[in-house]
Each structure stands twice: as C-alpha cells, then as structure tokens.
C-alpha cells in the first residue's frame, strides 16, 4: 500500500485571446478496493463560469466546464492524493472455466460484453489475428493468464515512441514498425486480444515511476495508456504493454473505455484563427509518501504519451 500524489498540469497557449468553449476533463481517479481517492483539487485559468459533474456511460468522472470571456492561455492543474494498493501478478483468482483459453464467456455476461469484444479496425489479412494467435501453443490451448503476460512482454520489446499529434497509429502499422506510443501499443494488445474473441477495453491513467523499479518505465511525465481484458472469476483485470506489467502494479486509473476517444483527459473548444494556437505542454508529476520509494522526478512532456 502507498499513498501517491500527482500533480497534473496542462496549458494552451493562444498568439491572442481566444474564445473559449465547453471543456470536459477526465483528471479524477476511480475510486475501488486497490485505490482510494483521499483528496483532489482542480485549479483553472481563467476561472470558469461554470463547473459540474457526470459520471459518463462507463462510470467514469467528467468534470465539465465553461467560459465567459476569453484568453491568451487556458490552463488546467489537477492535484490528487490516493491509496493505492499494488495486486500480486499471479493473484488472479481465475473462474476454473476460464483457467485455459479458449473458453466461454456465461450468457448472462455476454450482452454488457460483446461491444468490448467487437473489432474496431480492419484486420481484411487477419494479420493482427496471426499475430495474437502465436500465444496459443500448437496444442489450441494454453492457459488464459499465460497467454496474456506473454502478449504483455511481447509487445513490451516494440520500441516506445512519444507522439504529440492526435488520435491513434493504426494496429497494423504499429505490428509492422514495432513501435508506437503507449496508447498505440495498447491499442494493438486490445485487438490482438478481441481477435481471440475475448473482452478488452481502454484505460487512460498515471504512471507511477518508483526509485525501486528494476527497469526504466516508459510514458511517465505525461498520461499513460494501457489495458483492462475481461477474465471469469477475476474481472477486468490490467496489463501495460509498454512496460511489460501484468497488473495494476504503479498503475493509476482514471478512465476505461471501450474506445480511446471516449477516455480523452481533456476534450474541448475554442475560436479564433488557426494560426492563434501556439500549442500545448503537459507536465505529470508523481511523489510517494513513503520515503523509501520516492518517485524519480519526471520531465515535461508535450501533448499526451
């Protein structure tokens, strides 16, 4: 158990004052058994004309805002305190009919299911298929939790690449370069696994990054991606392909999703001339109360990882 504070600032910068509308923000975690909210506090600037809250179509909390007059910045600090509790890779208490893949999911869980398992990008060679079918040993089965950490690791050796720009490189060709930004990267573990016919979605978070990690992690000092499969007797449970974790280990939580553009952490509109946007700068700072496990100081980043 440890208790972490992130501190998440994000700031648009405009030649001139701009117009600026409705923003919707996904900053506050969600709160379960192995993380519990202690304390948050969103600043803004300039200061709103109007701040609520909703829980969206998969539970998470969106903070909507707006504007009355205009700016030459927009900036957005979100400072969170939380519980968070790691969970034991192999800690899986597995349904004894999921232990080996391929199994069935129950009827009754099927309808809330199928939209997480249906393919969102077209596979017309089934190359991503092929791909994900390697974890299945010659045999047709193998046993469900290893088939998920050896596609974890696997993707874990592609190499990571920071993108500013919008939006998500496209399955095949992250397979094909062997490399991608963490939300690529768990993009293509997402299919790969909806091609077996099981359950994946989407998750949008932190990257704890500790002083005692054996290995450097990648996408920390910006948000993170990774990836939640649906598993019998265990539930969603997560896996980051960029860092090879099987796990919530250093994972903070913020948003799921069965789609990336439904987990944007902001999401918003402004007027003016194209040419007034100067950009963006995200900056994710991470601390660990326990003296011992302090985290390694993060650098700014540009745009999301």
Request: contains cysteine.
């Amino acid at each position: 158990m440890s208790v972490l504070n992130v501190r998440h600032i994000t700031t648009y910068r405009y030649k001139q004052a701009v117009a600026l509308g409705e923003h919707r923000l996904m900053f506050r975690p969600r709160d379960s058994w192995d993380q519990r909210l202690l304390e948050a506090k969103l600043d803004i600037a300039p200061h709103p004309s109007s701040v609520r809250w909703v829980h969206d179509v998969f539970g998470n909390c969106v903070t909507v805002v707006q504007f009355a007059r205009r700016a030459k910045e927009l900036r957005f600090e979100s400072t969170i305190r939380l519980d968070h509790s790691p969970i034991p890779p192999l800690d899986f208490p597995i349904a004894a009919h999921a232990l080996t893949y391929p199994f069935s999911y129950d009827a009754e869980e099927m309808p809330d299911l199928l939209r997480s398992i249906e393919r969102q990008y077209v596979d017309r060679d089934h190359e991503v298929y092929d791909w994900a079918r390697q974890f299945v040993s010659g045999a047709g089965s193998v046993r469900t939790h290893d088939l998920l950490a050896a596609m974890t690791h696997k993707i874990r050796d592609f190499t990571y690449v920071s993108r500013a720009e919008m939006g998500i490189q496209d399955p095949l060709t992250t397979l094909k370069r062997r490399s991608g930004s963490c939300r690529d990267l768990a993009i293509l573990m997402i299919e790969a696994v909806r091609s077996l016919g099981l359950a994946a979605r989407f998750v949008s978070g932190y990257l704890h990054i500790p002083a005692r990690a054996s290995q450097a992690y990648a996408g920390g000092g910006s948000t993170h991606a990774w990836v939640q499969v649906y598993i019998p007797g265990a539930g969603w449970m997560e896996f980051d392909p960029t860092n090879g974790i099987v796990g919530n280990r250093d994972l903070i939580r913020v948003a799921v999703a069965r789609d990336p553009i439904q987990a944007v952490p902001i999401w918003g509109t402004w007027s003016g001339f194209p040419s007034d946007s100067l950009g963006l700068t995200v900056a994710v700072h991470i601390t660990c109360e326990s003296p011992e496990d302090t985290v390694r100081t993060s650098a700014d980043a540009r745009g999301a990882a």
